[in-house]
């Protein structure tokens, strides 16, 4: 039988006649009963993987933003970190002139080929930290920019 996510039980992305969706907002945990065996109506697919990540996401955005915003920062500086390192990581081949590999020593290739998780953790937590300065910043900047286009607006329409 297919099954809501123990996870989020109550957070799902709200489709035109998502019966399911009305069903679990409903009854927090639905169980399964002797007439019907599934938890949701066979002709409306389930949520998948992504839609409960972004429907968990906007939940926290909505009630929790400071920590979500820093969250979110704080993987993406990660994931940028990973992917530098494994695009700087590469060895290029001996092949190519520019590339010359022949004045470092093995145990220098060696080293520039590892992946460095401390750096990835490093990165992570300037990211926690540039997350809540950049939604305060975004707060403060949204505010003046509303305010200052209202004036402009005002002025040259006199």
């Known amino acids: ?3 809501p996510s123990t996870a989020f039980p109550s957070l799902v992305v709200h489709r035109q006649g998502a019966h399911w969706s009305q069903s679990l907002r409903k009854h927090k945990c639905p169980t399964r ?3 019907n065996r599934s938890y949701f109506d066979l ?16 939940f926290g955005l909505e009630h929790y933003p400071f920590p979500t915003q820093s969250a979110t920062a704080g993987i993406f500086a990660a994931i940028g970190d ?5 695009t700087s990581n590469v060895v290029p081949p001996k092949s ?5 590999l022949e004045h470092v020593s093995g145990a220098d290739v060696v080293a520039a ?9 490093h990165y992570f937590l300037k990211g926690l930290g540039g997350g809540i300065l950049w939604t305060c910043w975004f707060n403060v900047a949204d505010y003046w920019s ?4 209202q004036q402009v607006t005002a002025f040259f329409s006199e």
């Open 113 to 121: 080929v590892a992946y460095n998780p401390e750096r990835t953790l």
């Open 43 to 58: 002709n409306q697919a389930p949520p998948t993987v992504v839609e409960e990540i972004a429907t968990a996401y906007a």
């Open 146 to 149: 509303t305010s200052l286009t």
């Open 96 to 100: 190519d002139p520019r590339n010359s």
């Open 1 to 3: 039988p297919i099954r």
């Open 33 to 35: 009963s002797r007439k």
């Open 82 to 86: 990973i992917l530098a390192q494994s």
